[in-house]
């Protein structure tokens, strides 16, 4: 998912916040069209579904461990891991996921 005009600073700090997935990168886990809530102080850990900032824009996905440091991994093998120098381009971990118009159809990752 990218989201290049997601404003951050319109949120606090602490304050969830909730976006819609766009693309296939996080597929078959997360489908585009659903909606994604973010903990923006989550507690980080390996294999948490995550929000960073990579290259100008905000990605979707899994934080993964690689050797000393860490990536970001898409789902989908179409798409490749993305190295992380550090934890910092890192804006919240994902606590649930939801499809519009059907609040049944929801599960969190917390």
């Not at 700090?13 to 990168?25: C, H, K, N, P, Y």
């Not at 690689?66 to 550090?86: I, K, M, Q, S, T």
Request: proline content about 5%.
């Amino acid at each position: 998912m990218t989201a290049p005009a997601m404003d951050a600073s319109s949120c606090s700090g602490s304050e969830a916040f909730a976006l819609r997935v766009l693309g296939t990168s996080m597929e078959p886990e997360f489908n585009e069209g659903e909606i994604i809530v973010i903990e923006p102080e989550g507690q980080l850990r390996d294999g948490s579904y995550v929000l960073a900032s990579h290259r100008g824009e905000w990605i979707f996905r899994q934080l993964c461990r690689a050797g000393e440091g860490w990536c970001l991994h898409a789902l989908n093998p179409a798409f490749a891991d993305l190295a992380l120098d550090d934890l910092s381009a890192v804006r919240g971990v994902i606590i649930q996921k939801a499809l519009p118009g059907r609040r049944h159809a929801s599960k969190r990752y917390i």
